[in-house]
C-alpha cells in the first residue's frame, strides 16, 4: 500500500540519481527542496519553510549522514555531495537516522474515551477496570491516567466502541523498546538496543526515521569505472515487474559489471547449516536456530543473549554471495540489494560486502536512469541447482531448505530414530520477543526453529517496493 511518505522519499531518490547521472547534482542539490516546495505552493506542516528543512534533511540521509549528528546548520548540501564522493572507506555507523525536524512529538500512548461515549447504565467500562480508574461525570466516562495501567479492558467492553487507543506509531511498532521520545518530545533511537528491522521506519507516518543510503557511493564508483558486481537477495522476484532475467539485464545496463542471484549462496548456508544442525543432534544440543535474518541475531545478542550458543553460526546467504563474487572477481567492489535495514548493519562486519542497496534505492536508480526491464534482453543467470534456495525469501523456506539437505545428507538419522520438530515463528513482535525467552528458558518445543523479524519472511521487508 503506497503512501505519501514513501512517494517522496522515492522521488527524492530519483531527482539525485537522475541528476547525478547527468553530471549535476553538484549543481541542483540544494535547489531541490526549492524546487518542490517553491514560494506560495501548499506545505504538508506548518509552512513551505519548514517542509524545506526536513526535505534537506532527508537529501542529507540519501547522502548517508545522519542530521542529529550535524551542528552547522548552514551547511550546504553541496558540501555533504562533495564529502560523499570523496568518501572511499566502508560506512560503519548506525543504519537508521531521525529527523527531529519531521518528528511531531505524537502525544504518549494511551487510551481515550470518545464522543461516542453514551453514558450508559451497564457501564462495563468503570466495573471492568482492574484499578478504578474509570469514573463517570455528567453522563460521559472519565479516565484517570494517574491510575490507568492500559489494560485494555476498558476498550475491550465498551458496547459503543467509544473507547479508543492511541498510540505512538515508532513506539507501539519497535519490538525491543529501541525508540522512545527524548527530553524535547522528539523520537530518538537508542542504538544499544536497535535490532535494525526498521519495522518504525514503516510506520512512521511523518517518514521521521530515515535510512542512511550508501547509493552515491555506489553511482560513484560505477562512474569512476570501476568493477561492481550486483547480488541481488532472492526476494526480488516479487519486487519488479518482467522476468529475474530481464530484471539483471536493466541493472547491467544501469552500469554494474556483473550480476549474480543470492539464490547461490543460500545453497552454501543451506548445505552448511544442516550439517552444523546435525553435529549439535548428536552432541544433544537440544535446539537450532537459524541465523539468516540479522534483525534477529541482533535481537539475540542483545536481549536474549542466553540464547546466542542456540543460534546457527553459519554465515548467512548475502555473506557467501560475497565470496563466490571475491573468487570470480578478487578485485570488484560488491553490493548487495535486498529489501533489508539490517544487512546494512550485517555488511559493516562483513569482508566479503562493501555496500547495501535496497530495492527501493534499485527502483530509483532504474527510473532515474530511465531503463525500462521489460524492454531488456534476458540475462544468462547461474540458477541454483535447487529450487529451495530462491525460497529462503518466504517465511519457512530456510526450514524447507535445510530439512531436504538433511533428508538427502543425513540419512542415518532416520535409523537412529531422531524425531524432527522444527518450528517458526513468523515476524518478530513484542509478543514473539518474549517467546524467544521461553525458547532460551527451554520451556517450548521444537528441535529447529526458524525466526524471521519480517512478517512472511524477507518478501516482508522494510525497504520493499511492493509489501
Not at 550546504?76 to 560506512?91: I, R
Not at 560503519?92 to 525536524?101: D, F, G, I, Q, T
Not at 554465515?315 to 573468487?327: F, K, N, Q, T
Request: charged share 25%; with cysteine.
Amino acid at each position: 500500500m503506497s503512501n505519501g511518505a514513501e512517494r517522496m522519499r522515492r522521488e527524492l531518490m530519483i531527482r539525485v540519481v537522475r541528476d547525478f547521472t547527468a553530471g549535476k547534482l553538484e549543481e541542483t542539490i540544494d535547489r531541490i527542496p526549492l524546487s518542490i516546495r517553491p514560494k506560495h505552493s501548499q506545505s504538508s506542516r506548518c509552512c513551505i519553510y519548514h517542509d524545506r528543512a526536513v526535505l534537506k534533511y532527508r537529501l542529507m540521509a540519501l547522502l548517508g549522514f545522519a542530521s542529529e549528528n550535524e551542528t552547522d546548520e548552514t551547511r550546504s548540501l553541496k558540501s555533504y555531495l562533495q564529502e560523499t564522493v570523496a568518501k572511499k572507506e566502508k560506512v560503519k555507523e548506525p543504519p537508521l537516522s531521525v529527523c527531529s525536524a519531521g518528528c511531531s512529538g505524537c502525544p504518549d500512548s494511551r487510551y481515550n474515551v470518545t464522543t461516542n461515549c453514551r453514558g450508559c447504565f451497564a457501564r462495563p467500562c468503570v466495573f471492568n477496570c482492574p484499578k478504578g480508574a474509570i469514573t463517570v461525570e455528567n453522563q460521559h466516562s472519565k479516565i484517570d491516567y494517574t491510575k490507568c495501567i492500559k489494560c485494555g479492558k476498558c476498550e475491550q467492553v465498551c458496547p459503543f466502541n467509544a473507547i479508543i487507543k492511541t498510540t505512538v506509531p515508532c513506539e507501539d511498532a519497535c519490538p525491543v523498546g529501541a525508540i522512545r521520545k527524548n527530553a524535547d518530545g522528539v523520537a530518538e533511537i537508542d542504538f544499544d538496543r536497535c535490532t535494525f528491522c526498521g519495522k518504525c521506519f514503516n510506520k512512521c507516518p511523518f517518514s521521521a526515521i530515515m535510512e542512511r543510503s550508501q547509493l552515491i557511493q555506489i553511482l560513484q564508483a560505477i562512474k569512476e569505472g570501476k568493477k561492481v558486481v550486483a547480488m541481488v537477495a532472492p526476494s526480488a522476484l516479487m519486487q519488479f515487474p518482467g522476468t529475474v532475467e530481464q530484471l539483471f539485464s536493466a541493472i547491467h545496463k544501469a552500469g554494474f559489471s556483473d550480476v549474480m542471484e543470492v539464490a547461490l549462496g543460500a545453497e552454501m548456508t543451506t548445505e552448511h547449516e544442516a550439517a552444523e544442525f546435525a553435529e549439535k543432534m548428536i552432541a544433544k544440543q537440544p535446539i537450532m536456530t537459524t541465523s539468516c535474518c540479522t534483525a534477529y541475531v541482533e535481537l539475540v545478542k542483545k536481549h536474549v543473549p542466553e540464547f546466542l550458543d542456540k543460534v546457527s553460526t553459519t554465515p548467512s546467504p548475502m555473506r557467501y554471495a560475497g565470496r563466490i563474487v571475491r573468487e570470480k572477481h578478487p578485485d570488484a567492489i560488491t553490493v548487495f540489494i535486498g529489501p533489508c535495514i539490517a544487512k546494512r548493519l550485517e555488511a559493516m562486519d562483513a569482508e566479503e560486502i562493501d555496500f547495501v542497496m535496497t530495492f527501493e534505492e534499485l527502483g530509483a536508480l532504474l527510473a532515474g536512469m530511465n531503463i525500462d526491464i521489460m524492454g531488456q534482453e534476458k540475462w544468462q543467470i547461474e540458477r541454483p541447482a535447487n529450487a529451495t534456495a530462491r525460497n529462503y525469501a518466504k517465511s519457512c523456506g530456510v526450514t524447507e531448505a535445510v530439512l531436504r539437505e538433511m533428508q538427502e545428507k543425513n540419512p542415518e538419522f532416520s535409523k537412529i530414530g531422531f524425531k524432527l520438530d522444527n518450528k517458526f515463528i513468523n515476524g518478530i513482535d513484542k509478543k514473539t520477543a518474549k517467546l524467544l525467552k521461553l525458547y532460551a528458558m527451554g520451556k517450548m518445543p521444537g528441535n529447529f526453529l526458524e525466526v524471521m523479524s519480517c512478517t512472511g519472511g524477507c518478501v516482508g521487508g522494510p525497504c520493499s517496493l511492493i509489501k
